[in-house]
C-alpha cells in the first residue's frame, strides 16, 4: 500500500463503551430501544470505558496506525442546558492522549447512531431543525476540545441507516407512508447539520479533513434482463446517490428530484438552505461495506419483511444466489463488491476513500485452549483487502482500511453473540465472565499484514 497508508481498526461508542449512566452520561436513543428477551443492552458492552488503557496497548500491539472509534454525544451534552459534561470531556482527552503516546492516531467519528434521547422527547429529533443547532454545537464542542490532536473527523455513521432506523432515530410511533417521509425530513436536517459541521470544522482546525461513514449498497441485477439492471441501477440511485450526491454536491439528481416528488415524499425546505448546501464539502468518503445484495424488476408488492429502506416500489431486493453465506451473512460475501463500490465512488465523486468498516460477523467461541482459530474473518479480511490492492492499481484514491471492528462489541440490531472482532472480549449475552480481552487468530494475522504494509496479502 502507499506511504502513510491508514492501518486502523473500528469500534462506536455505545457498542463498546458500557457505563451507560456514569459520570454524567444521559440516555441516548440506543440506550432506550426496545432490546429483544435474551439479548443484551448498552449498560456494560465491552466495558471499553473502564479498559481503555488495556484495549489500547492491544492496538499498539496490532500495530495500528489509526483507530476509529466514535464519541457518545450524550456523555458530552446529556441535557438541553448547553452545557459540556465535563468528566465526558475528559475521558475522551484521556483516550486521545492514551493513543497519541502509544503511536496511534485518532479517527474520530463525531455522531454514531447515539442520538441524545433529550433530543427525542423534546423536539422529535431529526425531524425538527432544532436538531441542526445542537449537533452543530456538539461538534463545535469537539473541535475546540480536541482538535489541536485530532485531525481526521467522521460527520455521521451511515445516515441511510439513522433515517430508516427507528431504533436510532427513536421515531417510533409513526409508521407506513408517514414514516418514509418522515425519513426523508429527517435525512435532509442530517444533511445541513453535516455540511454547517463540515464547514465549522475547517474553521476550527484549519489542517483538518472531514467525510461521512457512508454504507455504500452494492447492488448487482438480479438476472441479465434489462428491466433487472435498470432495477439494480434505481436502486443505487436512491439508496446511495440520493444522500451522497446532497453531502458531495449540495445536490438532488434529476431522476431522485422526480422520484420523491412523485411519491410526494421530497423534504421541506427552507429560504437559505441552498447556500448551507453549498457551503462545504467532504474531503473523502468513508466506506462501510459487508455485502452485496441484487435488485429485480418489482413483479409483486414490497417484500415487508425487509427492512424499510429495501422496500419499494422500484425494485425488489434479492439475496443473489451464487454467494457463499454464513449464519449472520445471509446475504453472501462476495469481495469485488467491495472493489466496485470503490470504483463507483471514485468515478462519481473523484474522491480519495477510506474503507471505516469492513468485517465478517461470527458467533466465535473459544477452544480448549481459550483461542479463537477464526480463519473465515482472516480468508474474509484478506480477500477484501487483496480487492482493494486492485482498486488502487486501477486508479482508486483508497486512504486507508478500517476493519469491523477491533474489539467484539455488542450489534449494532443484535446482541453479543454476532461478533465482528480481532479481540475476544469474555462474555456472553447474559454472563458477564471477566470481559478479558482475548487476540484471536485474525488478530496476528492482521498484524502481520501492517508490518509489511500490505505485502504480505
Ligand atoms: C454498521 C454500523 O451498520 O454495521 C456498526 O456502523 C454495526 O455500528 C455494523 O455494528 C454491523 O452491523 P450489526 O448490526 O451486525 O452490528
Same mark, same amino acid.
Not at 456538539?138 to 476540545?145: C, D, G, V
Not at 418514509?180 to 475547517?202: I, P, R
Given at each position: 500500500?502507499?506511504?502513510?497508508?491508514?492501518?486502523?481498526?473500528?469500534?462506536?461508542?455505545?457498542?463498546?463503551?458500557?457505563? /451507560? #449512566?456514569?459520570?454524567?452520561?444521559?440516555?441516548?436513543?440506543?440506550?432506550?430501544?426496545?432490546? $429483544?428477551?435474551?439479548?443484551?443492552?448498552?449498560? %456494560?458492552?465491552?466495558?471499553?470505558?473502564?479498559? /481503555?488503557?488495556?484495549?489500547?496497548?492491544?492496538?499498539?500491539?496490532?500495530? *495500528?496506525?489509526?483507530?476509529?472509534?466514535? %464519541?457518545? +454525544? $450524550?456523555?458530552?451534552?446529556?441535557?438541553?442546558?448547553?452545557?459540556?459534561?465535563?468528566?465526558?470531556?475528559?475521558?475522551?482527552?484521556?483516550?486521545?492522549?492514551?493513543?497519541?503516546? !502509544?503511536?496511534?492516531?485518532? @479517527?474520530?467519528?463525531?455522531?454514531?447512531?447515539? *442520538?441524545?434521547?433529550?433530543?427525542?422527547?423534546?423536539?422529535?429529533?431529526?425531524?425538527?431543525?432544532?436538531?441542526?443547532?445542537?449537533?452543530?454545537?456538539?461538534?463545535?464542542?469537539?473541535?475546540?476540545?480536541?482538535?489541536?490532536?485530532?485531525?481526521?473527523?467522521?460527520?455521521?455513521?451511515?445516515? #441511510?441507516?439513522?433515517?430508516?432506523?427507528?431504533?436510532?432515530?427513536?421515531?417510533?410511533?409513526?409508521?407506513?407512508?408517514? /414514516?418514509?417521509?418522515?425519513?426523508?425530513?429527517?435525512?435532509?436536517?442530517?444533511?445541513?447539520?453535516?455540511?454547517?459541521?463540515?464547514?465549522?470544522?475547517?474553521?476550527?482546525?484549519?489542517?483538518?479533513?472531514?467525510?461521512?461513514? /457512508?454504507?455504500?449498497?452494492?447492488?448487482?441485477?438480479?438476472?441479465?434482463?434489462?428491466?433487472?439492471?435498470?432495477?439494480?441501477?434505481?436502486?443505487?440511485?436512491?439508496?446511495?446517490?440520493?444522500?451522497?450526491?446532497?453531502?458531495?454536491?449540495?445536490? %438532488?439528481?434529476?431522476?431522485?428530484?422526480?422520484?420523491?416528488?412523485?411519491?410526494?415524499?421530497?423534504?421541506?425546505?427552507?429560504?437559505?438552505? !441552498?447556500?448551507?448546501?453549498?457551503?462545504?464539502?467532504?474531503?473523502?468518503?468513508?466506506?462501510?461495506?459487508?455485502?452485496?445484495?441484487?435488485?429485480?424488476?418489482?413483479?409483486?408488492?414490497?417484500?415487508?419483511?425487509?427492512?424499510?429502506?429495501?422496500?419499494?416500489?422500484?425494485?425488489?431486493?434479492?439475496?443473489?444466489?451464487?454467494?457463499?453465506?454464513?449464519? +449472520?451473512?445471509?446475504?453472501?460475501?462476495? $469481495?469485488?463488491?467491495?472493489?466496485?463500490?470503490?470504483?463507483?465512488?471514485?468515478?462519481?465523486?473523484? @474522491?480519495?476513500?477510506? %474503507?471505516?468498516?469492513?468485517?465478517?460477523?461470527?458467533?466465535?467461541?473459544?477452544?480448549?485452549?481459550?483461542?479463537?482459530?477464526?480463519?473465515?474473518?482472516?480468508?474474509?479480511?484478506?480477500?477484501? #483487502?487483496?480487492?482493494?490492492?486492485?482498486?488502487?492499481?486501477?486508479?482508486?484514491?483508497?486512504?486507508?482500511?478500517? $476493519?469491523?471492528?477491533?474489539?467484539?462489541?455488542?450489534?449494532?440490531?443484535?446482541?453479543?453473540?454476532?461478533?465482528?472482532?480481532?479481540?475476544?472480549?469474555?462474555?456472553?449475552?447474559?454472563?458477564?465472565?471477566?470481559?478479558?480481552?482475548?487476540?484471536?487468530?485474525?488478530?496476528? +494475522?492482521y498484524k502481520d499484514v501492517i508490518k509489511t504494509n500490505g505485502n504480505s496479502l
Open positions: 500500500m502507499r506511504e502513510g497508508f491508514l492501518w486502523s481498526a473500528s469500534t462506536s461508542a455505545f457498542q463498546i463503551e458500557g457505563a /451507560y #449512566l456514569e459520570n454524567g452520561k444521559g440516555l441516548s436513543t440506543v440506550d432506550t430501544r426496545n432490546v $429483544p428477551e435474551g439479548i443484551t443492552d448498552t449498560k %456494560i458492552a465491552s466495558d471499553h470505558y473502564h479498559n /481503555y488503557k488495556e484495549d489500547i496497548k492491544l492496538m499498539k500491539e496490532l500495530g *495500528l496506525n489509526t483507530y476509529r472509534f466514535s %464519541i457518545s +454525544w $450524550p456523555r458530552i451534552f446529556p441535557d438541553l442546558t448547553g452545557e459540556a459534561n465535563e468528566k465526558g470531556i475528559k475521558f475522551y482527552n484521556d483516550l486521545i492522549n492514551e493513543l497519541i503516546k !502509544n503511536g496511534i492516531e485518532p @479517527l474520530v467519528t463525531i455522531y454514531h447512531f447515539d *442520538l441524545p434521547q433529550v433530543l427525542v422527547d423534546e423536539f422529535d429529533g431529526w425531524l425538527n431543525r432544532e436538531t441542526i443547532n445542537y449537533y452543530e454545537k456538539y461538534a463545535i464542542t469537539l473541535f475546540e476540545s480536541f482538535g489541536d490532536r485530532v485531525k481526521k473527523w467522521i460527520s455521521i455513521n451511515e445516515q #441511510l441507516m439513522v433515517m430508516y432506523s427507528k431504533d436510532f432515530n427513536g421515531i417510533r410511533n409513526v409508521d407506513g407512508d408517514e /414514516y418514509l417521509k418522515a425519513a426523508y425530513q429527517m435525512s435532509y436536517h442530517m444533511t445541513l447539520a453535516e455540511k454547517k459541521v463540515m464547514k465549522a470544522c475547517k474553521k476550527i482546525i484549519p489542517d483538518a479533513i472531514i467525510g461521512p461513514s /457512508y454504507p455504500f449498497q452494492v447492488i448487482h441485477p438480479y438476472s441479465v434482463n434489462t428491466e433487472d439492471i435498470i432495477a439494480a441501477f434505481d436502486t443505487e440511485e436512491i439508496l446511495n446517490y440520493y444522500l451522497l450526491d446532497l453531502c458531495v454536491n449540495g445536490k %438532488i439528481s434529476k431522476l431522485n428530484d422526480k422520484y420523491l416528488k412523485e411519491k410526494g415524499i421530497y423534504p421541506k425546505t427552507e429560504e437559505g438552505d !441552498n447556500e448551507i448546501l453549498h457551503s462545504s464539502k467532504p474531503d473523502f468518503i468513508g466506506v462501510n461495506y459487508y455485502f452485496p445484495l441484487a435488485a429485480e424488476y418489482p413483479k409483486e408488492e414490497a417484500n415487508k419483511n425487509l427492512p424499510l429502506f429495501w422496500q419499494s416500489t422500484k425494485f425488489n431486493i434479492k439475496n443473489s444466489s451464487v454467494l457463499p453465506t454464513f449464519e +449472520w451473512m445471509p446475504h453472501g460475501v462476495d $469481495p469485488a463488491s467491495l472493489r466496485l463500490a470503490l470504483k463507483k465512488l471514485q468515478s462519481r465523486y473523484g @474522491l480519495p476513500t477510506i %474503507i471505516t468498516e469492513n468485517g465478517l460477523a461470527y458467533s466465535d467461541v473459544l477452544d480448549e485452549k481459550n483461542e479463537v482459530n477464526d480463519d473465515y474473518r482472516i480468508d474474509y479480511i484478506k480477500t477484501h #483487502l487483496q480487492e482493494c490492492k486492485k482498486a488502487i492499481e486501477e486508479g482508486v484514491d483508497l486512504m486507508g482500511y478500517s $476493519p469491523w471492528s477491533f474489539l467484539d462489541s455488542l450489534s449494532g440490531r443484535q446482541g453479543f453473540s454476532k461478533r465482528y472482532g480481532l479481540v475476544y472480549v469474555n462474555r456472553t449475552e447474559d454472563n458477564l465472565k471477566d470481559l478479558g480481552r482475548i487476540p484471536k487468530k485474525s488478530f496476528y +494475522w
